[in-house]
């Protein structure tokens, strides 16, 4: 009776999808007899349901016993969801749903009057319409069938109701079902008997004006949405209201007072009682207590509004009444408290009307003299409160209309809202002072946890690691850790190790905060968020927990989901506003760990096994093909390998520029070595190598020779776990680079020569010049000059052969600097030289900066400082304008070395300054060589002792 609602001992459960609770709502209307499934059917599908509408009946009778009945046993009946015949019947009485329990009291008030005796017999009706919140059915189910049904529940509301009133009006208490009639009248909005029956009760209890308005109110929307006149009945009862007929005889007065009388303002004082293991919070508290203060300044002249938002269970409304008790001395009129229920969605939400029907009730107003109208309630509501020093704390509120009514009508009331939503509005028209209350930090919440394990076993054996494990795998949520820490109370043999092990599965690791006794679970919180989101927005939802951990962008998801962009960014506004996702700064966004962990269940319940893939494919595709056309605007020594086309819904990004693809690189690199690492994984949407060689110069020129070494070995496992030897000879290649910024030659030269035959084998002879160099400035490392020069001259040959003159650029280049390592330094400048003009033909730009500190090392030999120095200048600024910070650093340190060479001391030390802060910059700092060659420099640079 009213909007389905469904509690498990003392713990609300979450019904299901619309159709569920639909078929739910059904079967409870029957309220004990048989529906057939082709009754079914038609109810919920009418003439045109489809094929598979039996199956999907079948489906959720069982997800609504396990829901019930959460340890029965599989394809048991349970004792709720029988199966009779070709149907099903749903078995409770009056002790479980209300249906039961209003007509058994409708029976036994028709049977107290049989008997003559009216009072118990208003006493039975009144607990009957007691149980009814609204109209039944709550618009489940869109069929004729199905809403005949309902309306005939409200029916037998509204024949209670009209009974009721005629004996509340017979022993003179027709105040006592002025609340049940008003509900009668909102949910039958044309129903004449109902509202003749209000407007005489009114008039009987001293309510003429009130009734008089009811009658004016049906009149009008009989006229606008009919177009007909009040029947005679409605009509008689306007009569009775004008000449008072129906009032009580004089001295006989209403026993529940009436509006008429002065209404006393009582003191309430409904906070909830605060949290006593209360921790942290010390920022958002500052920012609260500055407030109020602020509130005692002149001139104000509306109450002080705090709207707090944040996702569901990171703390809103402990912190909310745990300030409100600290302050509430403050307000001498007292403190209200209501739960607007905003969470559970609009269906569910409580209505601003209601709302001010309970603060009248808080403030000392009857019942029956609380307004109809909700103007006049507003009325009423802000003359109660004016002037007054009241506290009001608004709990889950939906959005600002909700709470705009609600505001008090004094500059010295305050007002603390919690929300999950920013209610942007509230603040934008009605000064309310947002304020965001986000996950604690790891301290905050080690003090937390740490707190409410005080005094367990489990606290004494489990070590600051386990604890912080927990803690993070949690993600630091308060309700998270709240339940927890319970759990570990009430079973004191269980350890931190076992609860650490339950939450690293990421599959169950919602099932570690189990719900049940009156507590809300991260899941159930969760699914409040979710139900309200809009179809488009669910599933991008689901979708994103197949994003990467570091973060996804609203481009990227273009590609996830197969949608256009605008469609995209209208549904990630509205997670946002869900407090589902978060975005940040840079663009990315992400999702709470657990929150993702729910996504990934409702993915895998809704999302079949095709789309599921498909979704994975299209977005490591998307970074494929996006990080590959970033390379091309690099251009690299080698021509990009082009990766085949992508599906069907990708629209992978185009940097038209050097720095933006740069940029591009820079936001996304976390995520491409998740995408290499997924795509390893999985096993298909991409050729992870094809991936992982994107990527390999932005790494290795901005520094992160690490996760060029880590991406690397991930790809080349994978390419021989496929047997992919191209592809494995390519990642060879490219580790063997790595390997040789850290300094291990010795691994390189085997990781190059596992490379060469692949090539040879297939004749790809750009590949072997390429791998020919790089042996040349492997072994130039290892000052064996002779073969790194045998290795430069055949790569300058293939080059040549080919007519790739990047590839003879950088091969006349490695010719160059070994000439000069075997003396011969004339040889090595006429190398240098020819590979600096064709260079100045070709414009490669980091081929120029290696050339010229060649040229400089050669010039420094000879004497020439000035020269040297002008051209590392050069180099160096060519690197820092490409990005290449290790090669920046390197003309630096050169340049430092020549300088200090020559006795200009003042002059190295800024250019040792500027190579030092080059090399901050790199991951790690640097490799160890890099930062071994600055501390040689800096003792060069020391004056002697």
Not at 495 to 509: H, I, K, W
Not at 642 to 650: A, F, K, N, R, T
Not at 829 to 858: K, M, T, V, W
Request: glycine share 8%; net charge negative.
């Amino acid at each position: 009776m009213g909007p389905l609602r469904l509690w498990r001992g003392a713990v609300e459960l979450d019904a299901g999808p619309r159709q569920q609770r639909g078929l739910l709502a059904l079967l409870l209307a029957r309220a004990g007899r048989p529906v057939s499934t082709s009754d079914l059917t038609r109810l919920i599908w009418g003439p045109d349901s489809p094929a598979s509408s039996v199956n999907v009946i079948h489906k959720y009778v069982g997800a609504l016993r396990r829901l019930l009945e959460p340890d029965l046993p599989a394809r048991a009946a349970g004792s709720y969801l029988l199966r009779h015949g070709n149907g099903y019947r749903f078995e409770a009485g009056p002790e479980s749903l209300d249906l039961s329990a209003f007509r058994s009291h409708v029976l036994a008030a028709k049977s107290s009057l049989r008997q003559d005796r009216p009072a118990e017999a208003l006493d039975h009706y009144l607990d009957a319409l007691e149980l009814c919140h609204g109209s039944a059915g709550d618009s489940l189910i869109d069929s004729t069938a199905a809403a005949a049904t309902f309306a005939g529940i409200d029916s037998e509301f509204f024949d209670a109701a009209i009974a009721a009133a005629a004996v509340a009006v017979r022993v003179r208490q027709p105040g006592r079902v002025l609340v049940p009639l008003r509900l009668a009248a909102e949910m039958g909005r044309l129903n004449e008997p109902v509202h003749a029956c209000l407007v005489t009760t009114l008039a009987t209890a001293g309510h003429q004006a009130e009734a008089l308005a009811v009658y004016g109110a049906i009149r009008a929307r009989l006229d606008d949405e009919l177009g007909i006149d009040p029947g005679r009945e409605l009509q008689d009862a306007q009569r009775r209201a004008l000449t008072q007929a129906g009032m009580p005889p004089s001295g006989d007065p209403d026993p529940i007072p009436g509006t008429s009388r002065p209404i006393p303002l009582v003191r309430p004082a409904q906070l909830p009682p605060d949290l006593p293991l209360f921790v942290g919070r010390g920022t958002e508290l500052a920012i609260l207590n500055d407030l109020v203060t602020g509130m005692r300044a002149a001139g104000r002249t509306s109450p002080l509004v705090v709207a707090m938002n944040g996702m569901g269970g990171v703390g809103k409304s402990t912190l909310a009444v745990h300030f409100a008790h600290r302050v509430s001395g403050e307000f001498s009129d007292g403190q209200l408290y209501l739960d607007l229920r905003g969470h559970l969605g609009e269906g569910e939400s409580r209505p601003a009307g209601d709302a001010l029907r309970l603060l009248l009730h808080a403030v000392g107003v009857p019942a029956s003299d609380v307004p109809d109208t909700f103007d006049a309630r507003i009325g009423m509501y802000r003359s109660m409160t004016a002037g007054k020093r009241i506290l009001i704390l608004l709990d889950n509120v939906c959005d600002a209309s909700q709470v705009r009514p609600l505001l008090p009508n004094s500059a010295e009331s305050l007002v603390i809202v919690t929300s999950r939503r920013s209610l942007v509005g509230l603040a934008a028209f009605d000064g309310a002072h947002p304020l965001s209350v986000d996950l604690p930090d790891l301290p905050t919440a080690r003090r937390l946890l740490e707190r409410r394990l005080a005094g367990l076993p489990a606290a004494g054996t489990a070590g600051g690691e386990i604890t912080d494990e927990i803690i993070e795998l949690c993600g630091r949520l308060p309700l998270a850790l709240a339940i927890l820490a319970a759990r570990v109370a009430v079973r004191p043999r269980l350890s931190l190790a076992s609860v650490a092990a339950e939450l690293r599965d990421g599959a169950r690791r919602l099932g570690a905060f189990p719900g049940g006794g009156g507590l809300s679970d991260p899941r159930t919180a969760f699914s409040w968020s979710y139900r309200q989101l809009g179809p488009g927005a669910a599933r991008l939802f689901r979708l994103l927990s197949v994003a990467l951990v570091p973060g996804v962008t609203a481009a990227a998801c273009v590609s996830l989901c197969d949608r256009n962009p605008d469609d995209i960014r209208a549904e990630l506004a509205e997670l946002i506003e869900a407090a589902l996702v978060t975005e940040h700064e840079d663009g990315r966004l992400t999702s709470h760990v657990l929150v993702r962990t729910y996504a990934e269940e409702l993915l895998r319940a809704e999302e079949p096994a095709p789309e599921r893939q498909a979704a994975v494919s299209r977005l490591l595709q998307y970074y494929l093909h996006s990080s590959f056309r970033a390379q091309v605007v690099l251009e690299p020594n080698r021509t990009p390998i082009e990766p085949p086309p992508p599906l069907p819904g990708v629209v992978a990004e185009q940097p038209e520029t050097y720095d933006e693809a740069i940029a591009w690189f820079a936001s996304q690199r976390e995520v491409l070595k998740e995408a290499v690492r997924l795509a390893a994984d999985v096993g298909y949407g991409i050729v992870p190598w094809q991936l992982a060689i994107t990527m390999q110069q932005y790494l290795q020129w901005a520094g992160y020779f690490q996760d060029w070494e880590d991406v690397m070995r991930v790809a080349l496992h994978a390419a021989r776990a496929s047997h992919d030897a191209v592809g494995e000879a390519h990642v060879l290649r490219s580790l063997a680079g790595a390997r040789y910024v850290f300094g291990a030659n010795e691994e390189s030269l085997r990781l190059l020569s596992e490379a060469l035959p692949i090539y040879r084998a297939r004749d790809m002879r750009l590949e072997q010049a390429l791998v020919h160099n790089n042996f040349h400035q492997v072994l130039s490392a290892l000052s064996r000059h002779d073969l790194a020069l045998e290795h430069s001259e055949k790569a300058l040959s293939l080059s040549r052969l080919l007519g790739n003159r990047r590839a003879e650029i950088f091969s006349l280049l490695c010719s160059g600097t070994s000439l000069a390592g075997l003396g011969r330094v004339e040889e090595s400048a006429q190398a240098l030289h020819e590979a600096l003009d064709l260079n100045q033909q070709f414009g490669r730009g980091r081929e120029e900066s290696e050339i010229r500190s060649a040229i400089a090392h050669n010039l420094a030999e000879s004497g020439r400082v000035d020269e040297a120095v002008e051209q590392l200048e050069l180099s160096a600024e060519t690197a820092r304008r490409l990005g290449d910070r290790p090669l920046q650093f390197d003309a630096l340190r050169q340049m430092a070395e020549v300088l200090i060479t020559s006795g200009e001391i003042p002059a190295a030390q800024r250019v040792f300054e500027r190579a030092g802060a080059v090399l901050a910059g790199l991951q790690g700092g640097g490799t160890d060589s890099m930062r071994a060659s600055l501390i040689r420099l800096a003792e060069l640079l020391s004056p002697p002792r």
